[in-house]
C-alpha cells in the first residue's frame, strides 16, 4: 500500500509516531504468524517483538520497487522465525515424544465453561497440534496462504522460491493437513 | 488423468481454479477412483479447519512493550497506567451501558423522590417506588401540559394583536372574518381536548422512536 510507503518514508526522517501507526497497523498479522509457527501466547509475543526490532533496525533496506511494504515485513518474519528454528531444533533434538504427545492431547477444560466453548478451544488447540506436526516447509506455506491470505506470488516472495514450488507445497501440505486431523480427531474419538 | 495427476491438481480443483475442461476429466476421474476421492476429502477437510480458525489477539500492551524497545520508552497516556480492569472498564461499550443504567436509576430516584441521605426500608419497596414515580411523572406531564397551554395562549394573543395592526381602518361595525378574536377562544376552549390528545399521541410516539433507536444503538454497540 502507498499508505505504508509514506509512513515508512517517515519513519526514516525520524517520525516516531509513523513508526507507531505502522507498528500498531501490522503487530497483529506478525503476531499471528509467530502464534502459528509456536503455538504459544508468550513466545509469540517475544518473537514479534523481536522480529519488530530487526524491522526497525533494517527500515532503510526496504525498497519498494521491489514489493509491498507487508511482504518485506513477511520475508523478514519468516527468516526471524527460521532462525528461530534452527536453534530451538537443535535444542529440541534430544527432546523425548512426550512433548509432541501433549499438543494431542488438550489439558482437561475446566467444567465451568459452557461446552460450546471448551469445544471452539480444542477445535482450536486440535489445529495447532496438527500444524506442528506438519513438516516446516509445508507448514509455512499453508500458514502464509490459509491463515495470513497471502498470494501465491507473494509468498514466493517471502520464500524466495519459485511459484510452482509453492502452490506444489500448498496442495500437499493441506492433504497432510487434512490427514494429520482425521487421525487426531479419530484418536481422540477412541479415548 | 494420472492419480498422480490429480493428486497434484487437488488445491486447484477445490479452489475453483481449473479451467472447464480440466475441472470435467478429473470429475471424471474422482468418480472412478476411491482413492483420489479419499485425497480431495482430506485438503477439503483441511481448509474447512483452516478457513473457520479465527486470528488470536496479542496483548494490549504489546505494541508499548516494542515501542520502548525500538524508539525508546514513551510516556504512558494514563488509560494505560491504570490496571487492567479499570482499562476494561473504560471500554465504549461499558461506560455506555453503566452511565445508561445511572442515569436510569437517578430518574427514578428523582420521580419517586427517594431522598437518599434518609433511606428507609421501607421506602425502597419497589411498589412504593412505582406508585411515586407514577404519581410524579403525572405531575411533571400536567405541568407540561400548563406550559403548552400558557405558550399556546401567548401565542394566540400575539397573532389577534397582528391582525388587528394589519387591519386597523377596516369598517367598525361590519363583521370581520370567521377568525374572529371571540371565535378564536372559543375554538381553543372546543378543541383543548383534541390538542391535548393529540399532543400525547405525539409525545409518546416520539419517546418510542428515542427508544428504539437507543436501542439500535445500543444493539451495534454490543459486540
Ligand atoms: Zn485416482
Known sequence: MAEDQELVKRCLAGD??????????HHRKIYNLCYRFTGSGTEAEDLTQEVFI????????????????????????RNHLVDHYRKVSR????????DEEEGLHP????????ATQVEDRERKELLQAALARLSP?????????????????????????PEGTVKSRINRGRLELGRILKRMLKKERLE | ??????????????????????????????ASCEECRAMLDDV???LRALRTAEDVEPSPWLVRRILQATTGERKPKWVERL???????????????????????????YTSRVNLQAVELRKLNPTTWVYRANSRGHLLVARAEKFYYDLRFVYELESILRQLKQQPSSQPGSPQNPQKPGGGSSDIQSSDVGQLALGSTQDLSAIQFRETTWQRGRRSLTP
Request: charged content about 20%; aromatic content about 12%.
Open chain 1, 16 to 25: 516516531d509516531a509513523a513508526w507507531e501507526t505502522l507498528l500498531t497497523f
Open chain 1, 54 to 77: 530487526k524491522v526497525f533496525q533494517t527500515l532503510r533496506t526496504f525498497d519498494p520497487l521491489q514489493g509491498q511494504f507487508s511482504t518485506w515485513l513477511n520475508r523478514v518474519a
Open chain 1, 91 to 98: 535444542d529440541r533434538a534430544t527432546a523425548s515424544l512426550d
Open chain 1, 107 to 114: 489439558r482437561a477444560a475446566p467444567s465451568a465453561e459452557p
Open chain 1, 137 to 161: 516447509d509445508m507448514r509455512e506455506v499453508v500458514i502464509l496462504r490459509d491463515l495470513q491470505d497471502l498470494d501465491y506470488a507473494e509468498i514466493a516472495q517471502v520464500l524466495g522460491v
Open chain 2, 1 to 30: 488423468m494420472t492419480h498422480w495427476e490429480v493428486s497434484n491438481l487437488l488445491t486447484d480443483y477445490s479452489e475453483g481454479a481449473l479451467d472447464r475442461a480440466r475441472a470435467a476429466q478429473m470429475a471424471e476421474h474422482l
Open chain 2, 44 to 46: 477439503q477437510f483441511a
Open chain 2, 83 to 109: 490496571p487492567g480492569w479499570m482499562q476494561w472498564a473504560l471500554r465504549p461499550q461499558v461506560v455506555y451501558t453503566v452511565s445508561m443504567a445511572v442515569f436510569s436509576l437517578s430518574f427514578i430516584l
